[in-house]
């Protein structure tokens, strides 16, 4: 068994020895996972927990030789500190070793088993998958199509690592005031997404480059291409007319998009467009509905758009109005108060 005192002790939820007993309460607070024990100490695990509206904390130790194997269904991003003692991912192509002080990160795309010795000792953060593959979105102002996939390892010094701990521990610590206050969901929300955008910004991820924006200057054809489609957001220009007018192949401005913009031409024209759509709800004429600014950015499917909108920034164009008007509301009474 370890030494390190738990850091969540206020949080305690269970001391046990029974491999059922601690198996159901780690697919609860975790994920659904198979487990294993293997010769050794017999089991004497402890669990505390923090949970907020997704999102979760749990500080873990089994105390024994244990090997959990994540069902494909887990959809979770899990963040791991290791506090005290040695343990292995095992990966299809390589092994990371969990090293004291550090951060391994397992990825739900990613099928990985994870070993722990008996004094093994972690504390996790458990982030849904589809939140933040939303908060990227919302980032990029973009669709997301590939898998979010964090680097495996990074060690005790690194500014991430760093700011992870000091965030566990602030989040446990405000945990019983929340509770007390009844805080609105609302406020939870922007806590958590707080969260999600600094694991996306300081732990590095296949989408780093892009939220960190692309330094590669671009090719004359692929500036001239950006200009274009800028200029045009309210009726698209078909790929062959703009490879045509920028003077390269189709495959190639395609292939030139993708490699300095990381986006397709198509892509980055509704990338774009639906940034204007999102300024002008905005800052809405006087009277306008959300119909009115669609169709006059050149929209003729406002129910797709609607779907793609609210993929790229949690809420409809709807909501986003109203959310808008509310506020200019309250400050246009609070000048007449004054």
């Given at each position: 068994m370890g030494t390190t005192p738990f850091l969540l002790q206020?949080?305690?939820?269970?001391?046990?020895?029974?491999?059922?007993?601690?198996?159901?309460?780690?697919?609860?607070?975790?994920?659904?996972?198979?487990?294993?024990l293997f010769d050794g100490p017999r089991l004497a695990s402890r669990l505390s927990a923090v949970s907020?509206?997704?999102?979760?904390?749990?500080?873990?130790?089994?105390?024994?030789?244990?090997?959990?194997?994540?069902?494909?269904?887990?959809?979770?991003?899990?963040?791991?500190?290791?506090?005290?003692?040695q343990g292995t991912i095992v990966y299809a192509d390589r092994q990371v070793s969990m090293i004291q002080g550090g951060v391994t990160v397992t990825s739900p795309c990613q099928r990985a088993l994870i070993q722990t010795s008996p004094?093994?000792?972690?504390?996790?953060?458990?982030?849904?998958?589809?939140?933040?593959?939303?908060?990227?979105?919302?980032?990029?102002?973009?669709?997301i199509d590939l898998p979010i996939i964090f680097d495996h390892y990074f060690p005790e010094h690194y500014p991430g690592t760093v700011f992870l701990l000091d965030t566990i521990k602030y989040f446990a610590?405000?945990?019983?005031?929340?509770?007390?206050?009844?805080?609105?969901?609302q406020q939870t929300k922007l806590m958590e997404d707080?969260?999600?955008?600094?694991?996306?910004?300081m732990f590095i991820n296949n989408y780093s480059q892009l939220l960190n924006g692309n330094p590669s200057p671009l090719p004359h054809y692929v500036k001239?291409?950006?200009?274009?489609?800028?200029?045009?957001?309210?009726?698209?220009?078909e790929l062959e007319t703009l490879a045509s007018m920028v003077g390269v192949s189709k495959r190639t401005l395609q292939y030139g998009f993708q490699q300095f913009v990381g986006l397709s031409p198509k892509a980055y024209f509704t990338?774009?467009?639906?940034?204007?759509?999102?300024?002008?709800?905005?800052?809405?004429?006087?009277?306008?509905?959300?119909?009115?600014?669609?169709?006059?950015?050149?929209?003729?499917?406002?129910?797709?758009?609607?779907?793609?909108?609210?993929?790229?920034y949690g809420v409809t164009p709807v909501q986003t109005l109203q959310s808008n008007r509310e506020h200019?509301?309250?400050n246009e009474l609070a000048n007449v108060l004054l």
């Open positions: 206020k949080h305690a939820i269970l001391r046990t020895d029974s491999q059922e007993v601690i198996r159901e309460h780690v697919t609860h607070y975790l994920c659904p996972h198979r487990m294993r907020f509206d997704q999102l979760a904390i749990i500080e873990l130790q089994y105390g024994a030789n244990v090997e959990i194997d994540p069902v494909e269904e887990s959809n979770v991003y899990l963040f791991r500190i290791t506090l005290e003692g004094n093994c000792h972690n504390i996790i953060v458990r982030v849904p998958r589809h939140r933040l593959e939303q908060r990227l979105s919302c980032r990029l102002e973009q669709r610590r405000i945990t019983d005031s929340l509770n007390q206050q009844n805080i609105p969901r707080y969260l999600y955008d600094s694991l996306l910004g001239n291409a950006k200009t274009l489609i800028d200029q045009n957001l309210k009726q698209s220009i990338q774009q467009r639906m940034k204007n759509v999102h300024q002008a709800l905005i800052n809405p004429p006087r009277g306008h509905r959300v119909t009115d600014v669609i169709m006059q950015h050149g929209i003729n499917s406002p129910g797709h758009f609607s779907a793609l909108y609210k993929e790229v200019t509301t309250g």
